[in-house]
Each structure stands twice: as structure tokens, then as C-alpha cells.
């Protein structure tokens, strides 16, 4: 009886050990192969973040590869890329409301459709869901000249209560503009 218990105080210490290694690695998000990054601004009032994970080219194809063509696309790696504005904005003329949003794109070798989504904490776009669009927008691509290995996201102001928010990846270059709404 006695060795019966031990062995299964012992199998129990192993298993809670194990387990508590595994949830420890997973918090560590800056040890992922697509690492964890933040693009924010301040203009006047105005603050816009975008928290991604951003993945390498690593010699891979971008366009209709590890973009897809014609799918919906996180913007990244890992959970959905979040977009979180202090205030009501506007974005490329259309209306925006304060808050945080999953960040989607379209893309199908022309214009890319960018979709503001209010389910913000999702994995990936698994669980899309088009009933929560909140804001579609599209912007054209451009090419950048300068090769970006990380995909990236930057956000600079263009004037008091503005900015300009860019997607660069390889030679890609998308932007769109966010101004406060007045």
C-alpha cells in the first residue's frame, strides 16, 4: 500500500513539474520564432498601438504564399494583430470608434483590404468572424525599396491628431492614414 502511494505521489510531483515547465516556455513569447512587437505613436491626443508578432522571409515566398491570396490574414504570426485607438478616428475618411480591434487583411495582387474586427483577443484569423467587422478599408501597395527580412509595422505622425500607419514586409508597403475624428 505504502509503495502504491508513493509511486503515485511521485507520478504526480513529475506530471505538476512538467506541466508547470510547458505554461512557464509558453509565457516567454520573445523565444517564438515570430517574436512579439509593438508599433505605437502619440499625435496631439491621439495614441494608436499595434501589438503583432512578426515573421521572417527566411527565403520563403510572401505574396500568395505566407500571404494568402483572396484569404483573410492575421497581419502576422500567433494571436491576430490587435489595433487600439484612444479615441474615435478616422480611417481613410470612414469612421473608426475608440477601442481595440483584430486587424485583418485581404489581399489578391492588388488593392489589400484591411478589416478592423471587435473580437480583438483571437488565435490567427481560425475563428474570423465577418459578423464583427467593425471597419473595412482598402489601401494600394506600393514597393518599397529596401528589403524587409521582419515583417513590420510603423506608425508616424503626419500632422497634430494624424499618422500614417505602414505595413512593410520583403517589398511590400501598404499604408493607410488614421486622424482623429472630429
Request: glycine letters at 6%.
Amino acid at each position: 500500500m505504502k509503495i502504491s502511494k508513493l509511486f503515485f505521489l511521485s507520478f504526480l510531483s513529475i506530471l505538476f513539474i512538467g506541466i508547470s515547465t510547458q505554461a512557464n516556455a509558453q509565457e516567454d513569447k520573445s523565444k517564438r520564432p515570430s517574436p512579439p512587437a509593438v508599433a505605437t505613436a502619440t499625435s496631439g491626443d491621439l495614441t494608436i498601438t499595434l501589438d503583432y508578432s512578426s515573421p521572417a522571409v527566411k527565403g520563403r515566398k510572401v505574396l500568395g504564399k505566407l500571404v494568402p491570396d483572396g484569404k483573410i490574414w492575421r497581419l502576422g504570426a500567433n494571436e491576430a494583430t490587435t489595433f487600439e485607438v484612444n479615441q474615435d478616428v478616422m480611417i481613410e475618411g470612414q469612421r473608426l470608434p475608440a477601442g481595440k480591434y483584430a486587424l485583418f487583411s485581404i489581399q489578391d495582387g492588388g488593392d489589400w483590404t484591411f478589416i478592423f474586427n471587435s473580437e480583438a483577443d483571437q488565435w490567427g484569423a481560425y475563428n474570423y468572424n465577418k459578423s464583427k467587422d467593425v471597419l473595412r478599408i482598402d489601401a494600394s501597395p506600393s514597393r518599397s525599396e529596401d528589403m524587409r527580412e521582419r515583417m513590420a509595422f510603423e506608425v508616424t505622425e503626419t500632422t497634430r491628431g494624424a499618422a500614417d500607419v505602414v505595413f512593410n514586409w520583403e517589398y511590400i508597403k501598404v499604408k493607410f492614414n488614421v486622424k482623429a475624428a472630429r
